[in-house]
């Protein structure tokens, strides 16, 4: 830690990055003194503009500590952090109303301390916010935040900043009652609404880190000039509202007492904290939009959560000097990035000159035109409205879009914390509406379509074939709420009023579902109701225990036999039913026994022929629950099932093992491995079910086969080819069903 320390103030005292770094943060501690004077011209305008000093005094302390706090302890070598400008507008109203709720007569001072009373009370509670963010490591949660809602959030705080300004710059406010006064005062605020927008559209497009000093500079340079041409004197200028009214001699901080802040009215700060929750969650959410956005510039990946740590302790530092909620600024940190000043000497000279203009320039600020500090107060709010309405035209879906012009509208009509809340119940509907659009069904498939594992005779496969729409299985997947449910219930509607096969047997899969709400359970309900009607039966597979139990508490299971059947997977829920409609067909779902005669008659034309294949085959006799035979078993042989059950299962080593198919008497086991070329071995393992009996063909009777009787050998590759064909042709059904579900 100690090397890397020394290595790093090494680098950032070269001179190739010494130089710029200093320059860098000269150029933002200049920016930063006219921010935070133009924050403090916002908030105390009009009748309290006679506080702007004490205020931006306040300003600046806190862009001293948080500023030289980050640059010190924080990731970013070259980061600045000061005040922000967000919560200015929102602040600005809470003055507004601290105005008209006080009691006639009450002196401007109350209302003084009471604003200093919240922005200190905000900053100290965004602080211990930001620290309890980073200490549970929760900053990931900006995620979860829909973009819309942001763009709507800074979109309502442009627009907040853009109206302000004409306070600033006019004494009067954006109001549609005071249109009026504002064209009478048209020359105090439109050559500022002429440098903010040139602001913007130059730094739009000219990236030189000068742009934004020149500008400023260029703009008071004009108003001097002119008014010197004019023989306009310093006294007129005031009195005409060109100037703010002189400050006085000395520093500009003057600390607030405790004793002061005890004669604050809390009621009337209960009666804003409204106003101050939107001020911490614009806080909260710029601060971490900006951090994200610092990685991407740097190109470095940080640990935001500690960033969170640094920056909370930074704020309660400013919070004792009265000083504005704080963080990183992306545009003035990434300014000595790009001029290779990639140092923390960047953050530590714009702590530097803050302290400068705090101790001793007062008289100077005096002098700076009321048309420049309305001017970068109406450029910052028209970025927001740039960045968050004209750029997103066209960028963004028009629902998203929609959000965005509904959080400024409602903003602008009835309140910012109200614009927020709309936002965000906006955005909630949307996503309701669009993913009650995604079907919780992942796959639709009829008991035609997709079997049981379990080997049937021929007769039997073509009764399943020719009644199998009886049988309904939906995979679904997903979180099931009650917009996804209405469409799962009106599917089953539209299924039982079909024209198709009486539905009798309806199969829902939970394997990938991921939860239910209670709403979705009354979706159940109906479907439920929908199933009694119809002489329907309800099958549940892979429900976990948690949905169960859900269903448990809210009654469905019933007596009624509707739903009294849940399986372990989908294959047994397939048996179950299979075996169902095969006996309502007159047929055994598992016959005890079938003759090996039986069998080797589907195989052999003559009975002489069947005798001469008996003659290589061994009897076996399998007890119950003992294998058969088992994956990778070497040298495997053919099995023909004359009685019993048996099961193929395929190993897994982190898993239990997965049953293929279950076959009975009359089925043929091993074939594909059987007839591989080669050293081959089983590929799966058998168990029986219960005791059975098979024949088997071992590799060495095979050759006997060829050299004795190969004609036999032949009719016998022939009938384990077809055997095999009809296996392959109904798993390529399956896969054709399910690839036609996906589109």
Known sequence: MANRLTEELKASFAPDVLLPSVIAGIVAGILAITFMFSYSALIFSDELSSFVPRATGNMLFGAVVISLAVAVFGAFRGAVALPQDNPTAIIAILVATTIAALPAGENLEQTFLHTSFVIIASTIVGALLFIVIGHWRLANLVQYIPYPVVGGFLAGTGWLLFKGSFSVMADVPLELARIDALVERANLWVPGALFAFATLFLTSRITHFLVMPALIFGAVLVFYAIFFATDTSIDQAISQGWLLEPFGGGGLWQPIRIADLT???????????????????????????????????????????????????????????????????????????????????????????????????ADALSYFPKFVLGGLVMFVGLSFLNDWVVKSWGKLAWPDFGIILLILFVVETIGFLEGVAVGITAAAVLFVISYSRISVVRHTLSGSEVHSNIERPATQRSVLEREGKRILLLKLHGYIFFATAIGLVRKITDRLAGREQPLEYLIF????????????????????????????????????????????????????????????????????????????????????AHPLDHQLAEIFDTAEEQERFRAYLQRLEIPEDELLFHEHEKDPALYFVESGELSEYLDREDTASFRLRRVGAGSLLGAAAFFRRGDSEEMVSVRADKASVAYSLSRNAVERMAREDPQLLLELQSYVLHFLSDRLAANLDLLRSLLMVEE
């Open 263 to 361: 004669a604050v009215d809390l009621g009337l700060v209960w009666d804003q904290i409204g106003g101050i929750g939107t001020i911490l969650v614009i806080a909260v959410i710029s601060v971490l939009l900006n951090l994200t956005a610092l990685e991407s510039a740097f190109g470095k990946d940080i640990d935001i959560n500690r960033e969170m740590r640094t920056v909370g302790f930074a704020n309660i530092g400013a919070a004792l000097g009265g000083g504005l909620i704080g963080y990183h600024y992306v545009s003035l940190s990434t300014l000595g990035h790009r001029m290779n000043g990639d140092s923390r000497v960047v953050g530590v000279v714009v702590a530097l000159v803050c302290f400068l203009a705090l101790a001793v320039g």
């Open 509 to 592: 899969d939970f394997q990938h579902v991921t939860g239910l709400d209670t709403s979705a359970l009354h979706g159940f309900a109906k479907m439920r109701q929908r199933a009694v009607e119809n002489d329907v039966r309800i099958l549940f597979t892979h429900m976990p225990a948690q949905i169960h139990d859900q269903f448990e508490r809210e009654g469905f299971y019933t007596s009624d036999g509707v739903v009294n059947q849940r399986f372990d997977d989908m294959d047994h829920a397939l048996e179950w039913s299979e075996a169902h409609i095969l006996e309502a067909q007159g047929l055994e779902a598992r016959p005890d």
